[in-house]
């Protein structure tokens, strides 16, 4: 599965895999210890902001994570 | 693509549907996983994107997640003389919560779309059959609303086939998701087996 930012996809699929293997190994199985993902995540995340940004998607609410909330394009 | 200012006329016309789905062999667990990774699958081709916006846990240990997918597909011939184009690339806004206390997995998802005519709300609820915890039940409600054109009800019908036939695809495309995920799970375990097995028999030849 891909990115809406092309250059995001790799990003996507290494926090993906991670994700997927927190929540079914821990999260659906009660397990409350942290998530292992956040630095993936936030490499990932600030991929996808700009991307959308750059297409113009009207994203409604939505409060970005990360040190980059600020930048302008 | 029209601007907004040309179609807020008359109130919007809505079409709602309710739909249930039984899984009648996978626990909510299965399900739930499964829906997380929905996409890709065969039976939703028009999905060519899923990003991860924001993702949290609550202080009652509840997952958000706010994703956006992007869809594009084709539209009726007719659409061209509605809308302008025939191939049209949507955006959806989902933000869905999993309470793995409460077994509930809810998505609500609306469509952000550039010509704001036609809009698609949506809701998915994925519990544990309340008579068998071997059963998972979807519950699924879609609100139409479309500015500005008066839904006859030759369209109004065709939209509603349009989702159960929509509603018996996700049936299709989760069965297809827990098939991919069992499959990767023995295939890993494969693996695993023959890699113990190797060492062994390098032992056994050294003798």
């Known amino acids: 599965m891909n990115s809406v930012g092309e250059a995001c996809t790799d990003l996507k699929r290494e926090y993906d895999q991670c994700f997927n293997r927190w929540f079914a190994e821990k999260f659906l199985k009660g397990d409350r210890s942290g998530d292992p993902c956040t630095e993936t995540f936030r490499k990932y995340q600030r991929c996808v902001q700009k991307a959308i940004k750059e297409k113009d998607i009207p994203i409604d609410g939505v409060e970005f994570m990360g040190p980059n909330k600020d930048n302008s394009t | ?207």
């Not at chain 2, 996409?39 to 958000?64: A, I």
């Open chain 2, 1 to 207: 693509m029209f601007a907004n200012g040309c179609f807020h006329l008359e109130p919007p016309d809505r079409s709602l549907t309710n739909l249930t789905v039984v899984f009648n062999s996978h626990p909510w667990e299965t399900v739930t996983n499964a829906a997380m990774q929905k996409y890709p699958n065969p039976m939703n081709p028009g999905v060519f994107g899923v990003d991860v916006l924001d993702r949290s846990v609550d202080t009652q240990g509840r997952l958000h997640s706010t994703r956006l997918l992007s869809t594009e597909w084709g539209l009726p011939a007719m659409a061209k003389s509605i809308i302008g184009v025939t191939r049209t690339c949507t955006y959806v806004q989902e933000h869905s919560v999993v309470d793995p206390k409460e077994k509930t997995f809810e998505l609500k998802s609306t469509n952000i779309s550039f010509t704001n005519l036609v809009s698609v709300d949506e809701k998915l609820t994925y519990k544990p059959h309340p008579q068998d915890p071997e059963k998972t039940v979807l519950t699924q409600e879609a609100l139409i609303s479309v500015k500005g054109v008066s839904l006859s009800s030759y369209l109004e019908s065709l939209m509603a086939k349009t989702i159960s036939v929509n509603a018996s695809k996700g049936r299709e495309a989760m069965e297809w998701v827990i098939r991919r995920l069992n499959t990767e799970i023995e295939e890993l375990a494969a693996t695993a087996r023959s890699s113990i097995r190797v060492p062994m028999a390098a032992a056994v030849a050294d003798k």
